[in-house]
């Protein structure tokens, strides 16, 4: 059984678009993270929940809006997708917040043409 | 702003050879330092994690050593095999408030035969 789910796998649209990613996790986490990997690899967090509240929102265009219907659950959606979105997002988990390992999903791989 | 500063970013290493990864941190508070291993088209995933208490953790190959003073800590891959070709990265976190996991910018680790 995956640990932690993201879908979908890969996702091509053009500029303007709006798109979702959906993000499971079947660990009984508290915690829920989505992170940015660039092109050039670096790992980048965007938000975190604890328990379906919003703990963490970095410097994120508005266009994202993360939402978390319950805990196992962290949906990212996206709206008017530009260029610069293009990305590997990827969903996480873990049991609390602070020093504790995370749990990655396997990424979803965004390209905006 | 960068918190956690990895070196080098690329590494090719021989076979059987020891592979090491640089990691400095900025911030004192930091009290939790994981490292993780990603593979092409996965999440990255757990590694091998120490905390500021001890100077060194060992699990199989994977070795960390950590500096409390100097505000570094390293991963030593002893033996070096082929299938430990990966980008490595290192983390850092605190206990205390919400700040998730801050990673350095990864190494791209080729072992070669």
């Known amino acids: 059984d995956t640990a932690v789910s993201q879908t979908p796998k890969y996702l091509v649209t053009q500029m303007g678009n709006d798109k979702s990613i959906k993000c499971e996790q079947n660990?009984?986490?508290?915690?829920m993270y989505w992170y940015k990997q660039d092109s050039k690899k670096f790992l980048k967090i965007m938000f975190s929940y604890n328990n379906k509240e919003l703990i963490i929102n970095e410097t994120v265009p508005n266009r994202f809006s993360p939402k978390s219907p319950d805990k196992a659950h962290l949906n990212l959606h996206i709206n008017s997708l530009e260029l610069g979105d293009s990305a590997v997002y990827f969903c996480?988990?873990?049991?609390?917040?602070?020093?504790?390992?995370?749990?990655f999903g396997n990424g979803t791989r965004l390209t905006v043409t | 702003q960068q918190q956690v500063k990895q070196s080098p970013q690329s590494l090719i290493v021989q076979k059987g050879g020891i592979s090491i990864i640089n990691c400095a941190y900025e911030n004192t508070a930091f009290d939790y330092f994981p490292w993780y291993q990603q593979f092409p088209g996965k999440g990255p995933a757990l590694l091998i994690a120490?905390?500021?208490?001890?100077s060194e953790k060992k699990e199989g190959r994977f070795t960390i050593s950590f500096n409390k003073s100097a505000k570094q800590f390293s991963l030593h891959i002893m033996d070096s095999q082929p299938g430990d070709s990966a980008t490595y990265f290192c983390a850092a976190s605190m206990s205390s408030g919400n700040t998730p996991l801050v990673f350095g910018k990864g190494t791209r680790l080729s072992v070669i035969a």
């Open positions: 120490i905390r500021p208490d001890v």
């Open positions: 660990l009984g986490h508290d915690t």
């Open positions: 996480a988990s873990s049991q609390r917040q602070g020093s504790t390992p995370l749990h």
